[in-house]
């Protein structure tokens, strides 16, 4: 008697209409979350490219700047083996020449030259002191992608826990 009241079967198709409006939601949101995954996807695969490509200018970065530094530091050794040579020279002519005149000429000679091999040495201390400037810009550009990277292995650990409670949920039902 009780199963063929009004008011019971009134209750119990409220009750249906819950239930059927409830799986409609879930298949909305499992819809919704499908499209959302494919977009997820492609914006990570978007920004690991952009990353990879970011890193391997920076690499390159370092390299052509490491590079511009020994070729600097074997100019300064070459200079200054060239400076010690010079000087080495100058000794010998001071012994060897026995005229004032012709070496006061070519000690000006000389030190023309020393004038012009030092402002040379000065201006490879400088390119040293750009060059040691970009490293050190390079290093901080390259912890700051690594930072950049643990912000993004965490970001796609959640990701991949959401995706397990999903999987939980869908099993559950």
């Not at 499209?35 to 690499?59: E, H, I, P």
Request: glycine share 2%; net charge negative; charged share 30%.
């Amino acid at each position: 008697q009780a199963c063929h009241d009004p008011d019971q079967v009134a209750h119990v198709k409220v009750l249906m209409q819950e239930v059927n409006e409830a799986e409609a939601e879930l298949e909305e949101t499992k819809s919704w979350l499908r499209k959302q995954a494919d977009v997820w996807v492609s914006q990570d695969v978007d920004f690991q490219q952009a990353r990879k490509r970011t890193d391997m200018a920076c690499r390159q970065r370092v390299a052509a700047i490491l590079t511009e530094l020994k070729l600097r530091h074997q100019q300064r050794l070459g200079v200054r083996a060239e400076l010690t040579r010079i000087e080495n020279m100058v000794l010998d002519l001071e012994e060897s020449l026995a005229s004032g005149q012709e070496l006061h000429a070519y000690d000006l000679r000389l030190h023309e030259v020393i004038k012009g091999r030092e402002r040379f040495l000065q201006g490879l201390m400088q390119a040293t002191s750009t060059v040691q400037g970009f490293l050190q810009e390079a290093d901080s550009s390259t912890l700051e992608r690594a930072r950049e990277l643990e912000a993004l292995q965490r970001v796609m650990e959640l990701q991949a826990k959401k995706a397990q409670q999903l999987n939980d949920i869908d099993l559950l039902e």
